[in-house]
């Protein structure tokens, strides 16, 4: 006790050295703790890990937009026709009966067939030949059946050499030389016969022909009508309208409707 009583004192002090030796050393490991706890804390915010977002479950979307893009038809046009009433026609000759007319391309032009297509010629002959040398006239027939006036199809003139009728002027008389046939070139002045004059060489027994136009055989099957040897300007009447044909070419005719003046192509086939 007695050694305690006389040194006590540095007891104490040892005791207060060692706490304060062991708060520095603790201060020490504190301050490097922290530290590393703000570098890391530093580098999260300006270093941040990226994080993957989830994918997203679009199924439900999906099967959604695929019904749309196909959506459910109603049709009401065959089991009814309470929204799309048919129109029905009687078929003649005796009306009796009558074509439901379930589609527009049941009726009206569009069943217009061109069942044959026949050419129109302009035959131009030598027909008789008479007098002699200066004096010698020709005779010569014109058929032109595409001409819209029936009594101007056939036409017969006699003219001499470079003489001008209506019709015509002969330009040369003479036998050919490799068939020894009289053949003649004339030219033709009338536009009904050729839009454009041009010559036109023929001899005895071998006419000068040329198709100039057609005519068309046409046939209306839902009302079983047929319109025979057709030309350009005749007309077709069928459907409850009047149809004017205004072209015929190779392969197609125009038809014209006189209510509304709409043109329709038809095929040759």
């Not at 019904?67 to 009433?85: C, E, G, M, R, Y």
């Not at 036109?200 to 136009?213: E, I, N």
């Not at 046409?218 to 009047?242: H, I």
Request: proline letters at 7%.
């Amino acid at each position: 006790m007695e050694f305690l009583k006389k040194h006590y004192e540095k007891l104490l002090l040892s005791v207060v050295l060692l706490l304060l030796a062991a708060a520095a050393a603790w201060l020490s490991l504190r301050v490097k703790a922290k530290q590393a706890e703000l570098k890391a804390k530093t580098l999260e915010v300006f270093n941040p890990q990226e994080k993957l977002v989830p994918a997203v479950d679009l199924k439900k979307e999906e099967a959604v937009l695929a019904a749309v893009k196909q959506p459910i038809t109603l049709d009401l046009t065959l089991s009814n026709h309470v929204f799309n009433p048919v129109v029905w026609v009687k078929l003649p000759p005796s009306y009796d009966k009558i074509l439901p007319i379930k589609s527009p391309t049941n009726i009206g032009p569009g069943r217009l067939e061109v069942t044959n297509r026949a050419p129109l010629l302009l035959t131009i002959a030598l027909e008789t030949v008479t007098g002699q040398k200066e004096n010698t006239r020709y005779g010569i027939s014109i058929n032109n059946e595409a001409h819209p006036v029936p009594a101007r199809r056939k036409l017969r003139r006699e003219a001499p050499l470079n003489v001008k009728n209506d019709l015509f002027i002969i330009k040369q008389a003479g036998t050919n030389a490799e068939t020894g046939l009289l053949t003649l070139t004339l030219e033709i002045l009338n536009k009904d016969v050729m839009a454009e004059p041009e010559p036109v060489t023929f001899a005895k027994g071998k006419p000068f022909t040329r198709a100039v136009a057609y005519t068309v055989d046409l046939r209306y099957p839902p009302e079983n009508l047929s319109f025979p040897k057709r030309r350009k300007g005749d007309a077709a009447a069928f459907d409850g309208d009047t149809y004017n044909i205004i072209a015929i070419a190779e392969k197609e005719i125009t038809i014209q409707s006189v209510t509304t003046q709409k043109k329709y192509t038809i095929p040759i086939k």
